[in-house]
């Protein structure tokens, strides 16, 4: 899978820890569908094959200024409790599938992993074309390739 990056979205505190300001909410769906599991057995078999992983979590900076004034009710809660804060509990990878020393690890504000990141241009420079995706609240898997820009 030459040219190939396994992005592990949202794999967090917040969202997936039971204690999570997301994660209060969206941890029985995790855990039905068996993703923390599922994700870490493909990413060892990412590893295996030398695919880079790359872990794109949501966190903001204090207040979250990132952020509209009014938010909906699922960033009202981040926003006002500063539970994903960069660097905090919430915006850290869950234990059980902690980055390792060249994994990539990318902020984002939304949960749109490319919306205001730097992914884009990561993979562009890596000359990545196929993206495989694991998403915390996600059943599935999928892949997607890139457009070469013209």
Known sequence: ??????LVLHFQNGVAHPEGVWGRNLHRQIQKND???NTRTAIERARARSIPIIYINIAY?????????????????????NACEIGSWGAAVIDELAPKEHDIEIINYTSDGFEGTELELILRTKK???????????????????????
Do not use: W
């Not at 900076?61 to 409790?81: M, W």
């Not at 990545?128 to 013209?150: F, G, P, T």
């Open 128 to 150: 990545d074309r196929q993206v495989i995706l694991c998403r915390a609240v996600h059943r599935a898997c999928c892949c997607h390739d890139l457009q070469e820009s013209s």
């Open 1 to 6: 899978m030459e040219n190939s990056a396994f």
């Open 61 to 81: 900076r204090r207040n979250a200024p990132e952020l509209p004034q009014k938010t909906c009710g699922l960033y009202k809660d981040a926003k006002l409790l």
């Open 35 to 37: 993703a923390i599991e």
